[in-house]
Every structure is written in C-alpha cells, then in structure tokens.
C-alpha cells in the first residue's frame, strides 16, 4: 500500500465493498480526494498467478467510460489494453458480409478485455495514495445500525468484523450490500431474467497473431432468435459471445453432444467455424451464464451506505452500457462532491440516487430493446436502409436529429433524454418509410416535403 504523502488530517475514512471496474475506478475518485479509501473483495487478487477469471466477456467502451476515466487521469493507460471499434459487421448465414459505422467518421467504441482493464485500474488504485485492497475478504452481514462489516477470510476462514463510516456496494449484480439494504423497510426491488443464456467462445488468432476477420469491428451473426457476437482481442483471437435460449429446438438443451454442437454451428455460422478449434471443447467446458435486469430502490440507506454500478442496476449486455453507466455513476459522484463539499454526505447520496435512478431504469429498457435488434433486425435489408435514412436527416437537420445509437454511446446525454428522443425518432420513421423503398427516393420532393413536415412538428 502506497504512502508517498500525508493525507488531510480531517479526511475522512471510506469503505468500498467490491474491487471490480467500478470498485477500483470508485477507490481512485475518493482517494484522490484525499481520503484514506480501504477495499474490500471477495475474490483472490485477479493479478496474482494461478486467478481464474470468472468472466471474459469482452466490453465496449465508450464515451461515457472515456470521460470517467479521464476524470482520474488513467485514460491513455486504458488505451494500451483496448481496440477501436468502428462500426458492426454482419455476417448472414451465406457468410456474406454487412457493414455498418457506429457513428461520424472518427467515431469508434473500444473493445476491452475485462480482466485486463480489472487489473489496470486496480495497479492504478494499489499506486495511488490512500487506497488499501484486502482480497479473500468475503461479505458475510451487514449491521447497518452499528455500522459494521461482517466478513470472512477465505485464506484463513477466519470471521471477523470490520466498522465502517461510509460504505460504498460495488460488489455487482447479487450485491452483499444491497442484501442488507434489501432488509430495510419498503424497500423495493426486482430481478428479471431473459429466457436466453449466454456462452464465451474463441475465434483463434491466425498464423503469426493475425486477426481472422476485420479487426476494427464488432462481428454479429444475427439469426432471428439468437446471435453470436465476436469482438477483437489484443493478441489476433477473438472474444465470441453466443446468445442463446434456454429451452427449444435451437437451445441450449437442444445441444448435448459435440455432434450436435459441430452440425449446428457448421449450419448456423459457417464462416465461424474454421476459425474455432476448440469449439465444442470450450462449448462444453464453460458455464452458460444467465442475463438478468435488476431494479431497486433506495440505493442508499440513510448518509452512510450508497450503491454504484450493477449493485444498483445491473442490465443485460446488448448496448454495451453497463460499465460505461457504472463508471458514468463515479464521475457524477465526483461532480456532486465538487458541488456540495466532502461533508454534506446526506445531500450527494440524495442527489445521485434521484439523477441516476431514471437514466438507469431507461438503460435498463434500452438494453432490452438493442437485443432484438441486434438479434433479427441488423439482417433486416429494411432496417438498414432506415438506418441510412436516420444518416441523411442527421445530416440534413444537424443538431436536431441524433441518432439513438450515438445518443447513448458518444454522447453524455442523461439515458433517459436519448430513450425518450428515440421513441420520437422511431415514430417519424414509422410513418416515413412506408413512401421509401430506395434510398434514391429520400431526394424525391414527395419525401422531402414529409421529411419537412415531420421535423416542422
């Protein structure tokens, strides 16, 4: 633990249960305010040998995470670890290929390996003054009234308890800290599962650590009910992601042996195949993970516990929002101590949870909604064409037309203003494209004058 100066003798001591992507990134923002910040996490230390990696899943991020990062500094060292995304490419089932840009020329998300981003941002909290991180330490109880941490030390298995002035949960989707606010009078809250899992795969790196597809591009495979998605890795591989249903004739259940895994894919995905070796080694040796929406509220409990990232609402993973929303959490933390001062620790956690509450229910909402896009309507040539048509108007009426996608992923626009904008914009296309059937016919006068009238609304 560093110590290279001394900290403001009145700062005072905070606690974060949770040493993930929000936890680490929450401990730099509060240390860095000078206080002493101890962290705690139930898992061994992910950058200690022989650590297995729970999830791999590969993250997107974006510029809402860019600019939280950026508020400690730790940009350019997150650069090194990510790719730069620019657009998706679709691959139907014939193996042709689909382009689409995610926004403006420039324009890019960034795929990011989980574990390594882990690992950067908790070197970059171990180096920072102030911050303390106990691994192994598992959350048995929360006394909420005396304020103290009931916890178990895996190594040693020995319990102990650990008091507490300000507690921040970021200890995810089946919090610790949340379970005890959930105890709490009135206190609602909600988990909704989609019927689809989900299973971690490879595209193999080709001969001298060479990308097998286009490397600056988020691959999807959309087949109606269910999609593989691929996103590009560091070393040439590719992180692949099945979404998939539980129950069915094309399911999870349907699949129990290698054959029936090899004749699937070779059907579904033919393009992929060649590319994955182990695929029905890996099919069978990683666990299927559940999607789950959770919903709660308070997030805080009186001024001296408060909820960040999934501990607060986990979504499911198809807008690729749920770290950059959890780290979106930190720098407007950050901003609410600039405005009401270290101490006022009542009004910041009833601030936070009155700004953050609507914005993540509409992530929540939007993430949902981007699955069955991603899912059938990304091979719908309709769709499409809508989507170079949104272009146009973007174009046409700059500052007046955003599109949803560049809304929520390149903008700071509070999520609930982009969802509310993109129902708007999904009823003008509603009654626009019935008169378009080409592109070419978007410059007609005919559709010109709807697209005037609808934007004179």
Not at 264 to 272: I, K, W
Request: proline content about 6%; charged content about 20%.
């Amino acid at each position: 633990m560093s110590s290279s100066s001394p900290l403001p003798p009145t700062a005072e001591p905070l606690t974060v249960m949770g040493a993930g992507l929000v936890g680490s990134l929450l401990s730099l923002y509060l240390a860095r305010r000078g206080h002493p910040v101890r962290v705690f996490e139930r898992r061994a230390d992910p950058r200690r040998a022989g650590f297995q990696e729970g999830r791999s899943i590969n993250l997107a991020l974006s510029d809402r995470g860019w600019r939280a990062l950026g508020g400690v500094g730790v940009a350019n060292d997150i650069r090194q670890v990510c790719i730069p995304m620019t657009g998706r490419v679709m691959h139907d089932v014939h193996g042709n290929l689909t382009r689409q840009p995610y926004g403006h020329e420039g324009q890019a998300i960034y795929s990011v390996n989980r574990g390594h981003l882990n690992r950067r941002l908790l070197d970059l909290a171990e180096a920072q003054t102030g911050v303390e991180l106990h691994f192994g330490q598992q959350c048995l109880g929360i006394d909420l009234k005396k304020q103290e941490l009931h916890l178990l030390d895996t190594a040693t298995q020995q319990e102990h308890h650990v008091p507490y002035t300000r507690l921040f949960g970021t200890d995810g989707a089946f919090s610790a800290v949340r379970s005890a606010l959930q105890r709490t009078d009135r206190y609602d809250y909600s988990q909704e599962y989609l019927e689809y899992g989900y299973k971690e795969l490879t595209i193999e790196a080709g001969p001298g650590g060479a990308w097998q597809l286009e490397k600056n591009a988020l691959h999807i495979w959309p087949r109606g009910q269910y999609l593989m998605i691929a996103l590009p890795n560091l070393n040439g591989s590719f992180n692949c992601t099945l979404f998939f249903p539980y129950e069915g004739a094309e399911s999870f259940a349907a699949l129990q042996t290698p054959a029936d895994v090899t004749a699937f894919f070779t059907r579904v995905f033919p393009d992929a195949v060649p590319m994955m070796p182990d695929l029905t080694k890996e099919f069978f040796e990683h666990p299927t993970g559940s999607l789950v929406t959770i919903r709660c509220f308070p997030w805080k409990y009186a001024d001296d516990v408060l909820l960040l990232g999934d501990a607060a609402h986990a979504i499911v993973p198809f807008y690729g929002q749920g770290m950059n929303a959890g780290f979106e959490d930190c720098s407007v933390l950050n901003e609410l101590l600039d405005q009401h001062g270290d101490a006022d620790w009542a009004a910041v956690f009833a601030e936070f949870q009155q700004q953050r509450k609507p914005n993540n229910d509409a992530m929540a909402d939007l993430a949902v909604y981007n699955f069955v896009e991603m899912r059938d309507r990304v091979a719908d040539p309709r769709f499409l064409l809508q989507k170079k048509l949104e272009a146009k108007i973007s174009a046409q009426f700059p500052g007046r037309w955003t599109p949803l996608y560049s809304q929520v992923t390149f903008s700071h626009t509070p999520y609930a203003e982009a969802w509310a904008a993109g129902q708007r914009q999904d009823a003008i296309m509603a009654r626009l494209m019935p008169h378009i059937q080409t592109e070419a016919d978007y410059d007609t006068p005919a559709v010109q004058a709807l697209v005037q009238q609808e934007m004179g609304r």
